[in-house]
């Protein structure tokens, strides 16, 4: 077995540069007049959820810790911490946050933790800290499982976990339009996760990718940017309030009412836990392939182009 | 990085990005100049329940929207802005208008600032809706 190894924690060792990187776009917006929208209440609210999302790991950090201990205590394997070894990490950790993604657009559960970073609508790099403070409660690390069975470090894995998440940072602007076209073919870009933020009907459940887009292409989830329609940033339903507190446990709220009603199967209690947003008992409420239908009934031409 | 040294960052951070958002005159709440700004706006929450009639505040910062199921309101979000139907809701007469209660985690309370003529014709609207709601 590698013996003790430690990573920096390079999400920590960025704020510094994530604040310049901010300030640098509020500065070109307002020198430019364009690239982009701030708002203060929306703002310092996404900002707030960043600091608290790193309270969180602080706090909460060590059940994913004891977690990935344990899967290190079994497993025979060890690949060690040589360059490719890290590379090799990165892109499958990448492939990994790729599934956990699209579980959190897909499973009410894990949605009640990531709804809260597309609650803006606003698109700025404010936008990328505005992150879950209930990670841990959806059980998401069993997802890194296969990595450290497999000899992975567990201190590796967090390590490239962290510069995945720092590479997503600067992809939640408006300043940039397009990369070069062999850029936008392989990686995650301003572009595609523009998509990702967009409410409108064509652009729910898309671009999921953390670093690299292909994931999306190769599992039929990768919807371009249109030219004619501009991406619509929130919720489906938006947010009526700033109040962090609110922001962070409101979908957790909404299925504790739900799964208490009366009267309800516990088949009906456990899809309001983990069917997808919007499933409810009584079709009261719209999931995203019902919005999209709607959306088509109301605009027939729009059959056929990407997203539909 | 030591974890004092990152508190002061953090809050250092958002302490100035905050004041210059603010400086920059970014603060400032959206109003519905026009009802079709208000029923736009509605729209954009509930597309598959037209807006009938549309009332504004005599502000012009909230909208009171009559719809095939009931009544709902529209409201600036800082520079933009959501919507809810009033089904279930509460509002208790304020000072200057109603403190409205909604049975929604996403949009629990909201402070509407109204003149006298408009916090009696709001309320009685709002408690006829929760009280269809309730039967």
């Given at each position: 077995m590698t013996p003790e190894i430690t990573f920096p924690d390079v999400v920590q060792l960025a704020v510094p540069f994530f604040i310049a990187a901010i300030l640098a776009e509020i500065l070109w917006i307002r020198l430019s007049g364009r690239g982009g929208r701030y708002e203060t209440r929306d703002a310092v609210t996404s900002l707030i959820m960043g600091a608290g999302n790193v309270v969180s790991g602080i706090l909460l950090g060590f059940i994913a810790w004891g977690f990935f201990s344990v899967l290190w205590a079994l497993t025979p394997l060890d690949l060690g911490t040589s360059v490719p070894v890290i590379l090799l990490c990165f892109v499958l950790d990448d492939l990994r946050y790729y599934w956990v993604h699209r579980f959190g657009h897909r499973v009410r559960w894990v949605w009640a933790s990531h709804v809260n970073h597309h609650s803006s609508q606003h698109y700025n790099l404010t936008t990328a800290l505005?992150?879950?403070?209930?990670?841990?409660?959806?059980?998401?690390?069993?997802?890194?499982t296969p990595l450290i069975l497999i000899g992975f470090h567990p201190a590796m894995v967090l390590f490239v976990g962290g510069l995945n998440l720092i590479y997503q940072f600067?992809?939640?602007?408006?300043?940039?339009?397009?990369?070069?076209r062999w850029f936008e073919a392989v990686m995650n870009t301003p572009s595609h996760h523009r998509v990702h933020h967009g409410r409108n009907p064509r652009y729910l459940?898309?671009?999921?990718?953390?670093?690299?887009?292909v994931w999306d292409k190769l599992f039929g989830t990768f919807v371009p940017e249109q030219d004619n329609e501009k991406p619509d940033y929130g919720?489906?339903?938006?947010?009526?309030?700033?109040?962090p507190l609110r922001v962070a446990f409101h979908e957790w709220q909404g299925i504790w009412a739900d799964v208490r009603q009366?009267?309800?199967?516990l088949r009906q209690r456990l899809a309001y836990c983990?069917?997808?947003?919007?499933?409810s008992h009584d079709g009261s409420r719209a999931m995203s392939e019902q919005i999209k239908a709607s959306h088509l009934a109301r605009n027939p031409q729009d059959a056929g182009t990407p997203g539909f | 990085m030591p974890l004092p040294i990152l508190i002061v960052l953090v809050a250092c951070g958002i302490a100035g990005i905050a004041w210059l958002i603010h400086a920059s005159g970014l603060s400032r709440a959206r109003t519905f100049d026009t009802e079709d700004d208000a029923r736009a706006a509605w729209g954009r929450e509930f597309p598959d329940l037209p807006a009938g009639t549309v009332t504004l505040t005599a502000k012009r910062a909230a909208a009171l929207v009559m719809t095939s199921e009931g009544p709902g309101l529209v409201w600036p979000m800082g520079s933009d802005s959501t919507a809810r139907l009033l089904h279930g809701s509460r509002a208790q007469p304020t000072a200057d208008g109603l403190d409205l209660r909604l049975?929604?985690?996403?949009?629990?309370r909201l402070r509407l600032i109204l003149t006298q003529d408009e916090t009696q014709a709001w309320a009685r609207i709002i408690e006829a809706s929760k009280a269809r709601h309730d039967s």
């Open positions: 505005r992150q879950t403070w209930t990670y841990q409660f959806t059980f998401m690390m069993v997802v890194r600067w992809i939640h602007t408006e300043a940039i339009g397009r990369m070069p459940d898309a671009n999921y990718a953390g670093v690299f887009i919720l489906v339903r938006n947010l009526g309030t700033f109040n009366p009267g309800l199967t983990f069917a997808p947003p919007g499933w | 049975p929604d985690p996403s949009a629990p």
